[in-house]
Nanobody, 126 residues
Framework: EVQLVESGGGLVQAGGSLRLSCAAS????????LGWFRQAPGKEREGVSC????????SDADSVKGRFTISRDSARDTVYLQMDRLTPEDTAVYYC???????????????????WGHGTQVTVSS
């Protein structure tokens, strides 16, 4: 079965950093673009960042551009999200996802069908 297991969330002060990990199994890791989404209470789900499978090109939401960095490690079937200069507005449940029907993210990657993990909570205090 396809499994995406997030870890690394927690409570952090504004201005701090966290590194999220997503361990993938049950599918061929390098066949998929991989992304991170987040959803905060009362807010719409937001596509945060995506990384393509082949050339590792990335696409970031404007809200996190310059602060968050997505990466992937094919040897470990793991995708990461390094989050720096966190603000309370970054508080959300963060989900990783395998984007299907394409290995390249593209500008609208967050609208594609995907297989999801169960999420990890990130809470940023002021």
């Amino acid at each position: 079965e396809v499994q995406l297991v997030e870890s690394g969330g927690g409570l952090v002060q504004a201005g701090g950093s966290l590194r999220l990990s997503c361990a993938a199994s049950g599918f061929t890791f390098d066949d998929y673009a991989l992304g991170w989404f987040r959803q905060a209470p009362g807010k719409e789900r937001e596509g945060v960042s995506c990384i393509s499978s082949s050339d590792r090109s990335t696409s970031d939401a404007d809200s996190v551009k310059g602060r968050f960095t997505i990466s992937r490690d094919s040897a470990r079937d793991t995708v990461y999200l390094q989050m720096d200069r966190l603000t309370p507005e970054d508080t959300a449940v963060y989900y990783c996802a395998a984007i299907i029907y394409g290995t390249v993210c593209g500008d609208t990657w967050y609208t594609r069908s995907a297989r999801w993990g169960h999420g990890t909570q990130v809470t940023v205090s002021s």
